[in-house]
Nanobody, 115 residues
Framework: QVQLVESGGGLVQAGGSLRLSCAAS????????MGWFRQAPGKEREIVASISSSGGTAGYADSVKGRFTISRDNAKNTMYLQMNSLKPEDTAVYYC????????WGQGTQVTVSS
């Protein structure tokens, strides 16, 4: 069973950048469409970005378009989310999962953006 571990979160000032990583175990990672999701306090979990199994196609929520970039390295079983020009409203716990989600959710990684 594939397990996912998110990392790379932290505290950053508005306008700053962070790079999140999602490390997957198992040999089937490269066959999955994947996504980054986030959940802010008091809000439902939402999808932020998605990527095809090959990495050739990506999609973004309007709120992050032009600021975030999703990518993956199937040889390393790892997916990334480069986040630039961060805003306080990006504060949330960030998770990775298949898209649509079909795996158990991991612990996530906390991203806090101060104004």
């Amino acid at each position: 069973q594939v397990q996912l571990v998110e990392s790379g979160g932290g505290l950053v000032q508005a306008g700053g950048s962070l790079r999140l990583s999602c490390a997957a175990s198992g040999r089937t990672f490269s066959s999955y469409f994947m996504g980054w999701f986030r959940q802010a306090p008091g809000k439902e979990r939402e999808i932020v970005a998605s990527i095809s199994s090959s990495g050739g196609t990506a999609g973004y929520a309007d709120s992050v378009k032009g600021r975030f970039t999703i990518s993956r390295d199937n040889a390393k079983n790892t997916m990334y989310l480069q986040m630039n020009s961060l805003k306080p409203e990006d504060t949330a716990v960030y998770y990775c999962n298949r898209n649509p989600p079909r795996m158990s959710w991991g612990q996530g990684t906390q991203v806090t953006v101060s104004s």
